[in-house]
């Protein structure tokens, strides 16, 4: 099992701000997924990202694939206080995922 | 999109009781469930795999006897935490995969469970 790191593990900013949020691995992913978790909820699956290099969007989150796929960000703009939640990064293995350690963000109105 | 439910929501219970939280798939069948466990601010932590209709495959270093979990049918899960202690109280998400889904895992609400 390798380990995921996200980072920053909290990140606190105000509405309107950009920022980035990175997951980094020991070794090379086969594919990696972005969840959001709001309080009290289960993850919800965000985006799937498999080759080096892919960038994909969804309206203000921009998620993009390390070339070697060991490290993947997400890039949130203007952010919103809709966008609080826990962002996941997580390896889908043979038969399970493997969660990265999470980074908890708050935007503040 | 396909949907996940857990019941109950959450639940407080005294130390040495047994707790089930059910995992149930709306609308499409599991081929296979998985429970998780996460502590305030962490992430999620695999506790166990199971198939319909076998056995559970469990964690390395989680209790297959304190956590008793019976996948009988291809919609329901469930896990029973057995003879509850302060130190179980976390929060219990399942998540459901069919093999129609694209090898997606969908998840359920989660049960927060408190044990006094």
């Known amino acids: 099992t390798q380990l995921l790191e996200q980072s920053p593990q909290f990140l606190s900013i105000q509405e309107g701000e950009n920022l980035t949020v990175y997951c980094n691995s020991s070794s090379v992913f086969s594919s990696l997924q972005w969840y959001r978790q709001e309080p009290g909820e289960g993850p919800v699956l965000l985006v799937t990202v498999v080759t080096g290099g892919e960038v994909k969007k969804l309206k203000r989150l921009t998620f993009q694939f390390g070339d070697a796929r060991k490290d993947s960000s997400l890039h949130i703009t203007a952010a919103q206080p809709g966008d609080t939640g826990l962002y996941l990064c997580?390896?889908?293995?043979?038969?399970?995922?493997?969660f990265g350690t999470g980074t908890r963000l708050t935007v503040i109105p | 999109g396909a949907v996940v439910s857990q019941h109950p929501s959450w639940v407080i219970c005294k130390s040495g009781t047994s707790v089930k939280i059910e995992c149930r798939s709306l609308d499409f069948q599991a081929t296979t469930m998985f429970w998780y466990r996460q502590f305030p601010k962490k992430s999620l932590m695999l506790m166990a795999t199971?198939?319909?209709?076998?056995?559970?495959?469990?964690e390395q270093g989680v209790e297959k006897d304190k956590f008793l979990i019976n996948h009988a049918s291809l919609t329901l899960s469930t896990l029973t935490v057995t003879s509850a202690h302060p130190e179980d109280s976390s929060f219990y998400i399942c998540?459901?995969?069919?093999?129609?889904?694209?090898?997606?895992?969908?998840f359920g609400p989660g049960t927060r469970l408190t044990v006094l």
């Open positions: 199971s198939n319909e209709g076998s056995k559970a495959t469990y």
């Open positions: 998540s459901a995969k069919g093999h129609l889904l694209r090898n997606e895992q969908f």
């Open positions: 997580a390896e889908p293995g043979a038969n399970n995922l493997f």
